[in-house]
């Protein structure tokens, strides 16, 4: 049995599981409904079963329906000897299917309303041995009827066109098996390509762009070739959820990952199995928003354990980056000592500098300051040249200048990283799930010197 998977990026992992007796195999997955059907528009795939989840629904419910429409009569025409099967937890979405087939018998849904849905289950579904009459499971007709079928090319040239316009971004999708990703060695200087390991703590005051900045060095960083862990020390908000949602959707398919960060601090050697595999040589370790910010097992995050998890992964990873607000890193002020190079974002905004020279100071006293301001380095987020204070644009000079002269606290000028210039893009890129390095070569170029000037 051939499958064609729209479960958003959870693919690989549901690909691996799928395949492993040999009675399925996955053709292709994509990450959502939109990025399939213009995927198959241009692209001859031969299937046998498309299976939708809840995670390839990846827009609204005005463009699910839009693209369940184009999908109709692209399985009437073009493909009819497919069957499209929908698993979903919910209602609203198994109504919204039902009315948008309109009881066409290429298409299924199948209402479940188990938390985590077992992998029997699937396999059953896209075999055709489950129960179509059981409660929990709507077939739309009972036999498909052929079908006349139009030329791939005719179908394409009226279609195209109209889904462009309605197709909405939703996390890249993966690169097909013949695309190449440069190695670390074909882009880093010589004297950085090798047995490399370092743990990079990225920082700031609250929206200063930690998250965001994380997201991307991780990523530029393991499309170089390097091995990276991302740890989200942000226990209030976990903002990596956001930036990426595979975190969220594996925990879906295996609630038992909602605690990764706190069984990786348990019991470090066990990181394999307690985290997020993004892409061949990205992890995350995070906490699940299920998880409440009040539970006590929040305890057991603390410096000692901290410093062990850090300890341990440097061994087995090329970096080791954590996304670490300056609250979180002052009440874990031990961590100093661990880290090879500090990630200072702000803003290059009076707002910002002001903010942040606060922050430091009233979270790390005067020996911890020495550590933090040797090992630091600014990155400018959200960079707008044109702005300026007392008739001077704030450059990156400019502003580390004015930072290390509102007090004592950064007594002397602080280098800059680099810097990220403003992009309406930025704040999208957790609704998108596109990260602005993977999308574009200036920011490519922008998140690159940050990086080399961080290692």
């Known amino acids: 049995m051939k499958v064609y998977l729209v479960v958003g990026s959870s693919g690989e992992s ?45 827009a609204s419910i ?4 839009k693209t369940l429409s184009d999908f109709k009569e692209l399985v009437d025409n073009v493909l009819p000897q497919i069957q499209f099967k929908f698993i979903t937890k919910e209602p609203q ?9 309109s009881q066409n018998p290429h298409f299924q849904v199948h209402l479940v309303d188990k938390v985590k849905i077992p992998v029997s289950f699937l396999k059953e579904i896209c075999l055709g041995k489950k129960n179509t009459t059981l409660e929990n499971t709507v077939l739309l007709s009972e036999q498909a009827q052929p079908q006349k079928r139009k030329s791939w090319l005719s179908f394409k040239k009226t279609s195209i066109s109209s889904v462009r316009t309605s197709q909405s971004e ?24 090798g047995n490399l390991n370092r743990v990079i703590a990225v920082t700031g005051h609250r929206s200063s762009g930690i998250t965001g900045t994380v997201s991307n060095l991780a990523t530029e960083a393991s499309l170089r070739g390097f091995t990276v862990i991302v740890l989200d020390l942000d226990l209030i908000y976990r903002g990596i959820n956001l930036y990426f949602s595979k975190f969220g959707e594996e925990v879906d398919l295996n609630p038992e990952l909602a605690c990764s960060l706190i ?21 995350v370790s995070s906490l699940a928003y299920s998880v409440d910010r009040h539970d006590k097992i929040l305890e057991h995050v603390n410096p000692k354990r901290l410093i062990a998890l850090v300890s341990v992964l ?12 300056l609250e979180i890193l002052g009440q874990n002020k031990e961590l100093l000592l661990h880290v090879d190079s500090i990630g200072l974002c702000l803003n290059n905004s009076l707002y910002s500098i002001l903010n942040t020279e606060r922050t430091v100071h009233g979270v790390l006293d005067k020996d911890d300051l020495l550590l933090f301001k040797m090992k630091s380095k600014l990155i400018l987020t959200k960079y707008v040249d044109t702005i300026t204070h007392q008739g001077k644009a704030l450059l990156p000079e400019v502003t580390s200048k ?13 280098a800059c990283a680099g810097i990220v210039p403003f992009s309406k893009d930025f704040d999208q890129q957790i609704d998108t799930g596109r990260k602005l ?13 940050i990086l080399n000037n961080l290692l």
Not at 274 to 282: E, K, P
Not at 437 to 449: E, K, L
């Open 93 to 101: 979405y198994s109504d919204v299917f039902k009315r948008a087939v």
């Open 263 to 283: 069984k990786c601090l348990l019991k470090p050697d066990s990181y394999s199995m307690n985290t997020c595999l993004i892409n061949d040589n990205l992890y």
């Open 170 to 193: 939703s996390e890249g999708h993966l690169p097909m098996k013949h695309e190449r990703v440069k190695s670390a060695q074909e882009i880093l200087p010589a004297s950085l390509s």
């Open 402 to 414: 004015i930072l290390s002269s509102v007090s004592d606290t950064f007594d002397n000028c602080l």
């Open 14 to 58: 549901l690909q691996q599981v799928l395949e492993k007796d040999g009675s399925i195999e996955v053709v292709y997955w994509a990450n959502s409904i939109e990025d399939a059907f213009m995927h198959l528009l241009s692209n001859d795939v031969d299937f046998d079963v498309l299976l939708l989840m809840d995670q390839g629904i990846g």
């Open 62 to 65: 005005e463009s699910f329906v």
């Open 437 to 449: 390095c993977s999308v574009s070569q200036d920011y490519r170029t922008c998140y690159a010197g």
């Open 314 to 325: 440097k061994t087995k990873f090329n970096l080791v980056m954590l996304d670490i607000p």
